[in-house]
Each structure stands twice: as structure tokens, then as C-alpha cells.
């Protein structure tokens, strides 16, 4: 059954296009540095916010129309996953993304679950024998349920631990069986709510111990995706064990991990933490650990995950720099974990807006890349820095100095000047190059 067949194939015509349907910026044959936008922007379709959400709030129900509303169970699952393979081809995206609980029915047990489960990646599996879209990473649910109400792998309950760890062996094989380049582990719950309650030695050594199993029965089954950590502050625990970038690069070096995985760093996580998005990605990088990215934006006047498109273009430069500087994302992709407003029901709303966040990377893809070329904020770090590439400052960064040394130095100065950091000639910049690079097309 055809749910999509109303709507066109999505092609680029460029920034003067009226055709809402239609690439502005993204030009997948198009070449920037060395390279087409397709290989730079292994776009990925968030198969949670695009098939199964409802659009409903804290506030009121669902407002979502969508062909498959009128079924439900495997019928239901069935027809998704018709009507997402459709959706890709539509817009000619590389990649999906999925958790276990989006593409098929939980069961009243696991087994019965599992069951489900695998009458839907059969089905997913064949769709992707005549299909050009992949699977950039799958993951398992283990927060949404009610048994998952103290955590996961950091649960006080050694049943849940264990039931949590059979859903991620599972996970794992579905992940195999279907290909997928990454497997991302999200911790929803794995946090606390109050220290009066809580072994939080206990509960970290366990998240750890679960890490470590993971690692060994992929190993076991030959499943060689690459592992992601993506970290997420605050929701729905007020203190979650992955709130950062940061911290959760201290968990994986104190459990011995850093070397089995790297990072999924979402845009609206990271302001969540208090966080640019390019601090997360940078801070992922210059320590080796940039895998993937969920590319969204948070709401400026709101405190909560509103998971939308991106549009920020000021954002996905900046963000698509530090990706340019990591080499790419390698196996990772940029996945679009955002969901469309409630107000945006209808489902041709769906391909506006991945059209919208498609042409917002390309179009921060082009303008990075020039910035990069240019040499342009590189030269400014550089001057800012440049005590350091001479003298006592260069005598400091190759290990020559002491305290002895420093102290002979110091003593020696009549005054000491700085430099201005010219954070508003650097602002200028970027907006000339913003402004720069399309003015002619």
C-alpha cells in the first residue's frame, strides 16, 4: 500500500526555488571540500519522532494524521514500515535511525516481545534488499516502560538489570541482522532523583559491568558497529549519570571503555547541559571521541527537550566546522531526532521539515568550509595564542619549563600586556561569510 504516493521525490532547484518541496542548499552531488554533500551529510531519518509520534503534550492529546491511524499492533507496525521505506525514497535520505519499541509492539513478555520484533526487522530486511537507504545505528527503549521507573543498568532492582540486559542482546543482534553502522546506547532513566535513596558507587559500577557485557557479546556475535554514548542532562532524572560530553568521557576512561566508544551528542541536550552544541562537539573531538550527531534545536524560551528541526544557521555552521575538523563523522551520520510542532499534523509537514533541516546543514556544510579554507577563525586562535609558539610560552608547551624557570621569568617583567579576544570582529566574520557565500547563487 502506497502512503506517500500524493507527495513528490524531493530534488534540489536551489535557493531561488518557491517549491516548497524542494532543496534550497542541499545539492547531494555537489562538491565542497574534496567531497560530495552526500558523503559530508550522512543524513539519517529518527523513525520515533517521523512514524510513531503523535504529536501529543503534557497539556492535550495528539494531533497527528497520519494514513496508518486507524490500525494498531503488528497491523500497525506493518504499515509503518511501509510507509517509512516510501518516505526515504521520497526524500533520498541515506539513512534511518530506531529504538525496539518504535518499529514493533512491546508483548505482555519479552518473549511475546521479541517475537514482534522479529516478524518486523524480517520485514524491515527485505525493504532494505531494494532500498538505498541504511541503518545508521538502532538502540533498545529501556525508560519508557513503567518497570524502568529507578533506571535501567543503574536500577536498584537486579531483575530490571537483567531485563534491561536481555533487551540489549537483542538489540545487538537486530543490529547485526539488519547492518547498522553504530549502536547507540542512551541512558534515559540511569540517574537519581535524591542522595537520601541512592548507592551511587553501586549504581555506576553496575552501568559499567553493563558496558562491559555489551562490549563482549558483540564481540561474541561478530556485530563490529561502532558503540555511542549519547549524553542527556536533567529529563527525566535530576541528575543523570551521562549530563554531559565531559562527564561521560570521565565514566568511560574510570571504567576502561574509551577505546570501544565514542560520542552521539544531540544539539538540544547540549544546551539542556548549559552547552553550546559546538562545545559537545568540540570537546568530543579534541579528545578523540566524536561519533555521531542527533541534529536538532532546543527552544530559547524553554527549559524542556522540544526536539526541533534545525534551522539555526549561525548553529550548523558552527557545528559542521568542528565536524570538518574531526575528518567527518566516519561511520556516524547526522540523524534528525526532531519532531515537527503539533500545530504541523499534516504529513506532508514531515517532508518540510527534514527538507528544512537537510538544506540548514548544507548550507552551514558550505560556509564552514569556507571559514576552513580561509583559514579564518584558525588565524585568530592562532594570534590570540601566539605566546605560547615562542620564548618562555614555547619553553612551557614542549615541557622545558618549571616553577624555577617561570619564577625567573615572572620576576624579570616590567608589565604584562594581553590581547584583545575580539569576540565581535569575530562575530562580524562569521556573518560575512554567511552572508558571502550565498549571495551570488
Known sequence: MSYFSDLPKVVYEGPTSDNPFA????????????KTMKEHLRFGVAYWHTFTEDL??????GTAIRPWNHLSGLDLAKARVEGAFEFFEKLGV??????DVDI????????????????????????????????????????????????????????????AAAKVKKGLEVGKELGAENYVFWGGREGYETLLNTDMKLELDNLGRFFHMAVDYAKEIGFDAQFLIEPKPKEPTSHQYDFDVASGYAFLQHYGLQDRFKFNIEANHATLAGHTF?????????????GSVDANQGHPLLGWDTDEFPSDLYATTLAMYEILQNGGL????????????????QKDDLLIAHILGMDSFAAGLKVAQKLIDDRALERVVEDRYASFSEGIGKDIVEGRADFRALEEHALGLKEIGNRSGRLEQIKSTINQYLLRTFAGE
Open 278 to 290: 559546538e562545545h559537545e562537539l568540540h570537546y568530543a573531538r579534541i579528545h578523540g571521541m566524536l
Open 104 to 163: 514493533a509492539p512491546e508483548g505482555e513478555t519479552l518473549r511475546e516481545s521479541n517475537e514482534n520484533l522479529d516478524v518486523i526487522v524480517g520485514m524491515i530486511k527485505d525493504y532494505m534488499k531494494h532500498s538505498d537507504t541504511k541503518l545508521l545505528w538502532n538502540t533498545v527503549n529501556n525508560f519508557s516502560h513503567p518497570r524502568f521507573v529507578h533506571g535501567a543498568a543503574s536500577s536498584n532492582s537486579a531483575d530490571v538489570f537483567a531485563y
Open 23 to 34: 532543496f534550497k542548499f542541499y545539492n547531494p552531488d555537489e562538491m565542497v571540500g574534496g
Open 56 to 61: 501529543s503534550d503534557p497539556f492535550g492529546a
Open 330 to 345: 566516519g561511520r556516524g551520520g547526522l540523524n534528525f531526532d526532531a519532531k515537527v510542532r503539533r500545530g504541523s499534523f
Open 94 to 99: 541515506p539513512f534511518f535511525c530506531f529504538h
